[in-house]
């Protein structure tokens, strides 16, 4: 899908069901198969992945165009692991989970005029932030499943690493160690085997992004 067919569909949703009436409407940023990500979807994202980061702290953040580039990132990942978990058949969350979910978010803000100030600036309401935070779980809950069915890190792979770094590890004793130096290859392992599964996803679906958001160009 080109810029043009993009601000197409754009025009298309400006044109309300009643005539003449003026309807507010987002760019529409990238599409993920069949998901449309819109320039509010990405203000919002990066606002809530900073409030569950940082906490209230976060709101005195700034979120540059180079921050809205990775949550856009981000975003167009989620998407395409979504459509991985309705695939394989990873159960929904439950609505006991959602409420659990938007508890603990909604503790990261001490004041509730804090919170209230949150989502007027963004535009929310409390229905959005619980679909977000459980697109969020669903998502961490097929990362899990993937991360169990890969391989274990050996203790020759241990006793390897410990023969290659032993000077840097000050000469420590093996058993001392060795957990350590298992939970770093295995950490390594991981993070390099979700990033390969997500390209890999990527590939194969219909990933396109219609708007540079660090620099969009004149008019």
């Known amino acids: 899908m080109s810029r043009a067919v993009g601000l197409h ?29 819109t320039r509010s979807e990405i203000r ?3 606002a809530l992945v900073l409030v ?16 809205l580039v990775k949550v856009m990132e981000l975003l ?8 991985e978990a309705q695939k394989i058949g990873v159960p929904p969350v439950t609505e006991q989970q959602r409420e659990r979910l938007f508890l603990v978010f909604r503790r990261r803000f001490l004041d509730p005029e804090v919170y209230a100030r949150f989502l007027f600036v963004h535009d929310l309401a409390e229905d959005e932030i619980g679909d977000i935070l459980v697109r969020h779980y669903r998502v961490e809950r097929l990362k899990e499943r993937k991360l169990r069915v890969m391989p274990e890190v050996t ?32 950490t390594r392992r991981q993070e390099k085997g979700l990033a390969r599964w997500i390209w890999a996803l990527r590939k194969r679906s219909d990933v396109k992004v219609l708007v540079d958001l660090v620099d969009p160009g004149p008019g």
């Open 52 to 67: 569950e980061r940082r906490g209230d702290r976060g709101l005195s953040r700034e979120i540059t165009p180079e921050f």
């Open 44 to 46: 919002q994202e990066a």
């Open 9 to 37: 569909l754009v025009m298309l949703l400006m044109a309300g069901p009643v005539a003449g009436r003026g309807i507010l409407v987002d760019d529409v940023v990238a599409v993920v198969n069949r998901h449309v990500i």
């Open 155 to 186: 203790r020759e792979e241990v006793r390897q690493y410990y023969d290659k770094h032993r000077i840097e590890l000050g000469d420590a004793p093996f058993d001392l160690v060795a957990e350590a130096i298992r939970l770093k290859l295995l």
């Open 76 to 83: 167009i990942n989620q998407r395409v692991l979504i459509d």
